[in-house]
DNA sequence: CATGAATGAGTATTCATTCAT
DNA sequence: TATGAATGAATACTCATTCAT
């Protein structure tokens, strides 16, 4: 009824924001142009005035994420003046960030709901984050702090079972479980970047921010 | 035109294997039961003279996978006369065994090329796989070549980071990268497990049949 | 497995009973061959050995009903020698008869579950069972008992509206409710018929026998 | 080809019009979605852009009906005013203008071209369509000029008959026949209601209407 | 007489996209 | 900028019928 006229670059945002919403919610396949316009109450046309195609929408959300993230990234990878553990930390914060940006991104290496997602964000995020945490575990290595003769390998691994095993944690809520998973998390940590016990004690710092942040991810089938 | 009829169970196990590879083409979603029946050179009809419906015909991949899966795991974990090292090595051979059965499930703990396979498949091979190895890691601590608190986490987060690194391997053909990758692996794995180093010097051995097994994983984009 | 050769007369017997059968409970259109040879137990093929097509079926099946039906009602129509009211009473029961054997036919007048029945019956009902009550109210009025200028017409709208009011009382088993409905039948037909009250008193006799007759039709959801 | 944009009211409109008339002709389970799009010329997709499945179609439709009937009989009901045979005339007006309105609602009591249509309408009619009819009964009873002890009953079975009468002389076009037939419902009316011969001489004017109305209703099998 | 594998035309429904207003 | 009616290709599923064995 009420024709409301918004800026241009709002009315963007606000497709992508309700994109991304919905495309958490169902998957890319299973959102329909529909869905979208419906949540957003404006008529199907508009959609077509600000997007080429539904794929198009789909890349440019893409690509915000990548930037993000890179963004994220790379602002702590070049803080070359912090200690490694510090900046790992703040790799920590900053992916721990970007989940609250965005589901698809932050399961980047698991959450493979859509395939093309997933395909332009692996390379992507391998090419930044990676990296990034291999520079850390180097620095950490010259510290004297970290051992390891494969910190790109191990920071692949390390990356991939913590993300993981932090899917598989998002369904628990019970504090208990949480500081257990973190406890084992630092024991974990310190074996495979060949640190002494007790190094990665940050980890316990880490875990209530943590448990809140797993709290927020939770409510996500409570729409209509 | 032709008419050629066979055996039920030889049609049956065709409709099964050409939509397994139709679904590692291209996801269920994006596999339409035309492209099944075309690809066999048979009319429409005769697929659902044998299933159902596609989802049917899913669920029977699914379940098939999760035997064939849990078969495999469990004979190793049953052969607890052996030494933790030699049902380690033959719980990857098996793990390895399936991959060449099929991928969706054998990237059970990624591909998430759709939901509802993953959500069947997740639970069942955490009901078998994790297990089976926590088992084989508890084995190794009282075996006193092993040492960690947490057998199951490390059990997760071993297999998760294992199974991801294997899935970038998948794209690689260099024997010298995979080489790299299979003594890192060595040196990964004597880490998270608390093993001496050397303990799990087997890696290096089954380094060429892995190589095998990721060479013929290759030809995958061979379709139309 | 079993091969069961029967006689084919038995077979297409079988064929005819369980095709009825079905046709009841679901209709014509609603009836797959698959249905009548998985309740048979006998393969597909066999259908179209007997049968030239599913219609071929209704056709033979239609032509019975229509055959019985008439001869039910000619044997009695014949009986010139009784009574008016009891070749009244033998139409009733020879209607009744028929609702046994096939719900298709007996409720000629309303059920057009299929039209493609209802067609094919409702003109050779017509020119059987119209003329046959029409010449039972002509013997009346010889015989001083009925009293109308439109014998035909009265045939039509009486069986009309017996067959529609039975219709709604098929759900019913409250013997009460019958017996008032056949109380006002009664009353309905003398009026009808022209006769005095309390000519036509063998209704009440019938309303027991109808009351049994109902109570068999319920039980019709009763399948698997 | 030519993209005819018309008002969503009227579009539905005629939806529901050639949707009326196509169920008129084949019934609802022999008219496909693409019978009825191609008969309006718009895409198919259009017709989903109205409702969201045939069968909401088909409750639209029925509902639609059934309100119908409902006022144009509740506004011969309310009329409590007027005498009781002024009402009855009135009350077959009413039916008569809704056979104009649709075939599948005025053979309510015979047509059961489709269950669906025929449980929903039954029920709805018996609920508004009797009482209304047995209220005038009941009135004339009162007045004096009707006389019976079921005036329920001989609703029922007054309006069962008539109604499948009038569908037997649907075909008819012999003005003769025709009058003939009403002679006989007068007849047959006055007998049933207990009312002297001549009380409801008004079916005689109301003969030449009903003429006119059943001409209109003849072109019915002029499909493919 | 009997089987059941195989056929294929038909049917409802979805959804990205276009376009006149 | 905004609307939403209109399009049409795609897709899962049904079922009467055929035919080799």
Partial sequence: ??????????????????????????????????????????????????????????DIIVDRLIVQTKEGIDSVAGKKEL????????????????????????DFFHEERNRQIHHAIESQVMKSLVPA??????????????????????????????????????GKSDPKEIRRYMRFLQDYSEKVFGAKPGTLSFYMEYTEEAIKTIDKMKPKNGGS
């Fill in 1 to 58: 009824m009420a024709r409301i006229t918004k800026s241009p670059e709002d009315r963007k945002e606000e497709f992508l924001e309700t994109a991304m919403t919905l495309f958490d919610e169902n998957g890319y396949e299973h959102t329909t142009v529909d869905m979208i316009v419906n949540r957003m109450g404006v008529a199907k046309g508009l959609f077509y005035h600000y997007f080429k195609s539904k794929e198009d929408l789909l």
């Fill in 83 to 106: 200690s490694c553990l510090r900046r790992m930390r703040e790799l920590f914060d900053a992916i721990s960030r970007m989940r609250r940006n965005s589901y698809a991104l932050i």
């Fill in 133 to 170: 945490f291999e520079e850390i575990i180097r620095a950490g290595i010259k510290e004297g702090i970290f051992d390891t003769k494969y910190p790109r390998e191990t920071a692949i691994a390390f990356l991939s079972s913590t993300s993981y095993t932090g899917h598989l944690m998002k």
